[in-house]
């Protein structure tokens, strides 16, 4: 018997997906692989709606991002944003670029693709940014909160297990690019100088 004929990749497939979230390779190998044959198409019928492609083929994802407006062409009539803005906390800031330094240096270890971080090595990293607090719980509480909402952003996922955990997702380096890294330093002694003495600058509201 001859193998059975691969199925015609499905552009409204790849595209959905796509609209809804990022797709990893990992765990949904149907959708990426759909995504992989029709790159091309897929981009040609996104940008229709003032949206790009990001394709990340080592890292294993792909997402879509808005398209800057054509400065080449300011009397064109703007498209309607698809993808909304995030506005983010202060802290929350903070914490992804944490992570995405903590990304780097493991990879410049090698070894495991995956970088899974407790909930309590997560707070020793923030705790040497923050105010000094003899209220362990509240800042237990604060961190939980800055951790649901990078989760919401697609950057963490949790791990199961018996303590709080969290995969490191290497979506992150899309978005918190090697220059931004590089000025690592500098924007870390801008966010000492925003604290203030109380330790409430920047925090989520509620």
Not at 122 to 143: C, G, H, K, W, Y
Request: hydrophobic letters at 40%; aromatic letters at 6%; glycine letters at 6%.
């Amino acid at each position: 018997m001859s193998a059975p004929a691969e199925a015609e990749p499905s552009l409204p497939l790849a595209v959905t997906s796509l609209m809804k979230g990022v797709v990893y390779r990992e765990g949904n190998d149907r959708a990426w692989g759909h995504l992989m044959r029709l790159q091309p198409q897929v981009r040609d019928y996104v940008a229709v709606l003032g949206l790009q492609m990001d394709v990340d083929e080592a890292e294993g994802y792909a997402f879509l991002r808005q398209r800057p407006d054509d400065e080449d062409d300011p009397d064109r009539e703007p498209i309607p944003r698809l993808m909304p803005r995030h506005s983010l906390s202060f802290h929350v800031s903070l914490l992804l670029a944490l992570l995405r330094r903590r990304l780097a240096e493991f990879d410049a270890r090698g070894g495991d693709t995956r970088l899974i971080l407790t909930r309590d090595q997560i707070i020793e990293m923030i705790r040497l940014f923050l105010p000094a607090t003899s209220n362990e719980a509240r800042l237990v509480d604060q961190v939980d909160r800055h951790l649901t909402r990078i989760t919401e952003l697609g950057f963490l996922r949790q791990v199961k297990g018996t303590e709080p955990a969290y995969e490191v997702r290497r979506i992150l380096k899309a978005f918190v690019d090697a220059q931004w890294l590089a000025e690592f330093g500098r924007r870390l002694a801008e966010y000492e100088a925003l604290l203030s003495p109380d330790g409430t600058a920047g925090e989520d509201d509620g």
